[in-house]
DNA sequence: ACCGGTACATAGTAACGCAGAATAGCCGCC
DNA sequence: GGCGGCTATTCTGCGTTACTATGTACCGGT
């Protein structure tokens, strides 16, 4: 991954996963399968994992463990209410950024 | 300006100044002017010349110091050759990512 | 017994934007 | 003359985030 990359996620990564994560429930080793699926190819496991810790603190999502059939157990990680609402503040910041991008793309302002 | 938008804009700014730079030559002070206008009211000037130091050092632009009238000289900076391919890398990956952000808002996968 | 796949966790590092303050030059005004 | 206000740049310390690298643990197949 380029280290452009790298600093771009840096505050959409979290949005990414919390989009993800509206749709259904997931645990982090499937998070990470799907993000490398969508051309992530080079997220670390380990980035995922964190991100997970830091948005369970914040009350952002709910927490099951769920017992595997092949290693150690689940944790799978559910949007809640406050979540979904910072999710859609996600979208306003996203959509205000890429708006000004959009348009300094199409030739200057 | 929320913590959201200072997150995202890790990585973006770099490229939004860059994209200024490709214009036309500008100075910090006007640069950060511009941002605002474009309604990025809450970037620090801190920052803005930071980073005007960080892509100089990397060789990403070319300066010129010009005396003003008012104030002390201004630093003019201007996008050189390898600014503008690093620039071009810069929509690709923001490209990439964009899309990937637009199908999540468009109603998950 | 071993290896590979599944699943989670953590310590240390680097990069970036921000808050706040300092510095410096020029102007107009009381 | 001094003082505040505008222009313009610089610096320090801080908080947040993603990456690297490594470790732990559980299971099934050979």
Redesign the pocket.
């Known amino acids: ?1 380029g ?15 919390l989009a993800l994560l509206s749709v259904q429930p997931e ?7 799907r993000l490398r699926e969508m051309g ?1 190819s ?13 948005v369970e603190q ?1 009350g952002l999502v709910g927490v099951e ?13 559910s949007l809640n209410a406050q979540g979904r609402e910072y999710l859609e503040e996600f979208w306003r910041t996203w959509s205000f950024l890429a708006e000004r991008l959009q348009q300094l793309h199409d030739g200057g302002r």
Chains 1, 2 share one sequence.
């Open positions: 991954m280290k452009q990359m790298t600093e771009m996620l840096k505050g959409t990564l979290e949005g990414i996963v645990y982090g080793y499937e998070i990470t399968a992530f080079d997220i670390a496991e380990g980035t995922v994992y964190a991100l997970l810790v830091r914040r463990k769920v017992p595997s059939e092949k290693g150690p157990p689940r944790k799978v990680y």
